[in-house]
């Protein structure tokens, strides 16, 4: 019996260092806790982090758990204008656009990005005149600022207003041969080639998820989350918003202004009275009249402003452009110009612009031209003063903020 208890053991023993044994090592026999005939149905549950490929592209600048606030900024009781739609801003949906506006893969060669040509330094504009596209391709307009868009009766979009809305915009640079060259022209991908480039990234297949509640990937969820991220970039805390909020409205002084600083802002806000001939005899500039004040947005019905060439072009005539950004943070809050401004990127500072209304030209070509800018029948003639020009550049210099600059939310989420 002793003999045999020996050689079961040591049988039982053999077996297992065979299976995992050294010669070596030394055998533990650890006796089972389940009851002979029992089966074991413990498992083993393996946890997967659904935000792995996020985490790892994107570090703390992007947490899904903890999303930046789009959805419910504040904004001032006297801002009224909304052009969103039905499009409603979501934190998810923000999120992704912001991934979507930084990344140059949604370029054909992963070159450029929305943000190449709409730099948060630069309140989301260009300093270049026109700007590089994809293989050494070049916009044909100055690039828009993109501050405040969603604060504007204007819902049409591009200075020649040619998209209806802002997320018929938002691809429309992705598929244009020169800008980001997904035209499907020349053998180069279209629309549809960028959608399943996107759908192999594992960081989009999670924020897709994240956002939509799968990982189907369209244009229409690629434009809704780029317009939720570019609706959302908004600047209201400049001098002229601090002085705003102590009054009823904007032709009482602000308190906080200095006395040229309201002097210009009676002048941009104030109607001009003409002679006759076209000139200017008393009253203010009428800037107001197309750069509507307090979100000093573009009038959905101007016509040209009498800027009717084209970029880079000597001789060139392009008269479709009527529309244009908001004047808010046209300079930084330093008084600095932010870019080059109208479409042709021609003009540097703001005297040049004030220059330009002061005395317009009747081009004969121009048959487009805004009738406010043509009183009577004449090309319009504002007898600008220096110390009216100083005015109005005071006051156009305090429409500029701080936060829009350097807000973590508005970045770039790859650095």
């Known amino acids: 019996m002793r003999i045999q208890s020996f050689i079961t053991i040591t049988l039982f023993a053999g077996i297992f260092c065979i299976i995992g044994c050294s010669k070596n ?3 533990t026999i650890i006796p089972s806790t389940t009851p002979v005939g029992a089966t074991n149905n413990t498992t083993t549950t393996t946890n997967i982090d659904p935000y792995a490929a996020i985490k790892l592209s994107f570090g703390t600048n992007i947490d899904p758990t903890n999303l930046e606030n789009y959805a419910n900024q504040v ?3 006297y801002i ?14 923000a999120t ?32 270049a005149v026109v700007s590089a596209g994809v293989e050494g391709g070049l916009t044909i307009r100055h ?3 993109l501050i405040n868009t969603r604060f504007a009766n204007e819902a049409k979009f591009f200075w020649n207003e040619r998209a209806a809305n802002l997320n018929i915009q938002t691809t429309m640079p992705i598929v244009d041969h020169l800008e ?10 279209n629309i549809n080639s960028l959608i399943s480039k996107l759908s192999t990234i ?20 690629i434009q809704n989350a780029l317009a939720s991220f570019v609706s959302s970039i908004q600047s209201f805390d400049s001098k002229y ?3 705003r909020a102590q009054v009823n409205n904007d032709n009482q002084a602000f308190p906080n202004f200095t006395a040229q600083e309201n002097q210009g802002k009676t002048l941009f806000i104030t109607a001009p009275v003409f002679n006759g001939a076209g000139l200017r005899t008393t009253g203010g500039l009428g800037c107001n009249a197309c750069h509507n004040a307090p979100e000093f947005d573009i009038d959905p019905n101007t016509l040209n402003n009498g800027i009717i060439g084209i970029a880079n072009s000597a001789n060139g005539i392009d008269i479709t452009n009527t529309r244009a950004g908001t004047l808010r943070d046209i300079t930084n809050a330093t008084g600095a110009i932010n870019t080059p401004m109208m479409h042709t990127g021609a003009l540097r500072n703001l005297r040049a612009v004030i220059n330009h209304y002061n005395t317009i030209n009747l081009n004969p070509r121009n048959t487009n031209l805004d009738p406010r800018l043509r009183p009577a029948g004449n090309a319009q003639n504002l007898n600008i003063t220096e110390v009216e020009i100083a005015a109005i550049v005071a006051f156009m210099q305090t429409l500029g903020g701080n936060n829009v600059y350097v807000n973590k939310k508005w970045s770039n989420p790859f650095l």
Do not use: W
Not at 107 to 126: P, Y
């Open 25 to 27: 090592d030394e055998i």
């Open 75 to 77: 904004k001032p009781a």
């Open 80 to 93: 009224v204008k909304n052009n969103l739609g039905n499009n409603a801003i979501t934190d998810k949906t």
């Open 96 to 127: 992704l656009g912001r991934v979507l506006f930084y990344d140059k893969n949604l370029s054909i060669n992963n070159t450029i990005s929305c943000a190449s040509c709409h730099n948060q330094s630069f309140a989301f504009g260009d300093t």
């Open 143 to 145: 690039s828009m600022r």
């Open 180 to 189: 980001m060259g997904f035209s499907g022209e020349n053998g180069r991908g």
């Open 202 to 221: 594992n960081y989009y297949k999670e924020l897709f998820k994240f956002t939509f509640g799968d990982s189907v990937f369209t244009e229409n969820r």
């Open 241 to 243: 918003d601090i002085g």
